[in-house]
């Protein structure tokens, strides 16, 4: 009616609102009391972690550096280097040849299916190339670059990379033996690959083992890829030339 509006609580509003305080107070100190020696591990706990992890920064700072280079973050101007196919190849009959050829993604061991271009300081020993990189894994870019080759020969019609393009087809499979870069003497470029040809029928018709190589002309990246592909291209002229 034109006066203030006022809101009138009732009496002892005040003390309900105190009892609800003390009663949440109390389970709080309920639960602290009944946890108090979990609590006070769990605290020990964290403290003996974090003085761990302050003593051991620099190598929490080489691991998380480790990841980084593995997953290839931070890679963002690291170079990509491919593989060249075969040119210049023979001729081929000008009849349509009578044969199809389906060229599998090579196997391999662990330390070849990376897209690390690896080097060899010892026999035993492996590592990969700094600041450089193959543009996809080694055995997708070798199967790749083969099937080019054939390409490039004039038999793009008889060859593929996927099973089940051809109803009978003859099928080269492949295992990477060696790929990398020998660096214990003059820097030299090595292939080693046991190649398969096997029939529609899945029966092995021939085998042979082809290792070729050749000298690198520089000790950086460059140089490196530039010995691998010539040795890669001596590698495919063998596998398809007689």
Same mark, same amino acid.
């Not at 509006?5 to 100190?29: H, I, K, M, N, Y």
């Not at 979990?38 to 920064?57: K, M, Y």
């Not at 894994?137 to 080019?148: G, N, R, T, Y």
């Not at 099973?163 to 214990?184: N, P, V």
């Given at each position: 009616?034109?006066?203030?509006?006022?809101?009138? %609580?009732?009496?002892?509003?005040?003390?309900?609102?105190?009892q @609800? %305080?003390?009663?949440?107070?109390?389970?709080?100190?309920?639960?602290?009391?009944?946890? =108090?020696?979990?609590?006070?591990?769990?605290?020990?706990?964290?403290?003996?972690?974090?003085?761990a992890?302050?003593?051991?920064s620099?190598?929490?700072?080489?691991?998380l550096?480790g990841?980084?280079k593995?997953?290839?973050?931070?890679?963002?101007?690291?170079?990509?280097?491919?593989?060249?196919?075969?040119?210049?190849?023979?001729?081929?009959?000008?009849?349509?040849?009578?044969?199809?050829?389906?060229?599998?993604?090579?196997?391999?061991? $662990?330390?070849?299916?990376?897209?690390?271009?690896?080097?060899?300081?010892?026999?035993?020993?492996?590592?990969p190339?700094?600041? %450089?990189?193959? @543009?996809?894994?080694?055995p997708?870019?070798?199967?790749?670059?083969l099937?080019e080759?054939?390409?490039?020969?004039?038999?793009?019609?008889?060859?593929?990379?996927?099973?089940?393009?051809?109803?009978? =087809?003859?099928?080269?499979?492949?295992?990477?033996r060696?790929?990398?870069?020998?660096?214990?003497?003059?820097?030299?470029?090595k292939i080693?690959?046991?190649?398969?040809?096997?029939?529609?029928?899945?029966?092995?018709? %021939?085998?042979?083992?082809?290792?070729?190589?050749?000298?690198?002309?520089?000790?950086?990246?460059?140089?490196?890829?530039?010995?691998? @592909?010539?040795?890669?291209?001596t $590698?495919?002229?063998?596998?398809?030339?007689?």
């Amino acid at each position: 009616n034109g006066g203030v509006p006022t809101l009138v %609580a009732p009496p002892g509003v005040g003390q309900d609102w105190t009892q @609800s %305080a003390r009663d949440a107070f109390q389970q709080v100190e309920s639960i602290l009391n009944e946890n =108090a020696k979990p609590l006070n591990q769990a605290i020990e706990n964290i403290e003996v972690f974090t003085d761990a992890l302050a003593r051991n920064s620099d190598k929490v700072d080489g691991i998380l550096e480790g990841i980084a280079k593995m997953t290839g973050a931070g890679a963002g101007n690291m170079p990509l280097y491919s593989l060249k196919p075969a040119a210049d190849l023979p001729a081929p009959p000008e009849e349509t040849p009578d044969w199809r050829l389906v060229v599998p993604e090579p196997t391999t061991l $662990l330390a070849f299916n990376t897209d690390k271009i690896l080097t060899k300081p010892a026999p035993d020993e492996s590592l990969p190339l700094e600041g %450089a990189r193959w @543009s996809d894994s080694l055995p997708i870019l070798m199967q790749a670059k083969l099937v080019e080759s054939f390409e490039n020969a004039g038999y793009a019609d008889a060859v593929t990379r996927t099973i089940g393009d051809f109803a009978s =087809a003859y099928q080269l499979s492949m295992d990477i033996r060696e790929f990398d870069i020998s660096t214990s003497g003059d820097p030299e470029a090595k292939i080693v690959v046991l190649a398969k040809l096997l029939s529609p029928e899945s029966e092995i018709i %021939a085998s042979r083992k082809f290792e070729t190589s050749a000298p690198a002309k520089g000790s950086d990246a460059r140089a490196y890829v530039d010995a691998l @592909s010539a040795a890669f291209d001596t $590698l495919v002229r063998e596998i398809m030339v007689p």
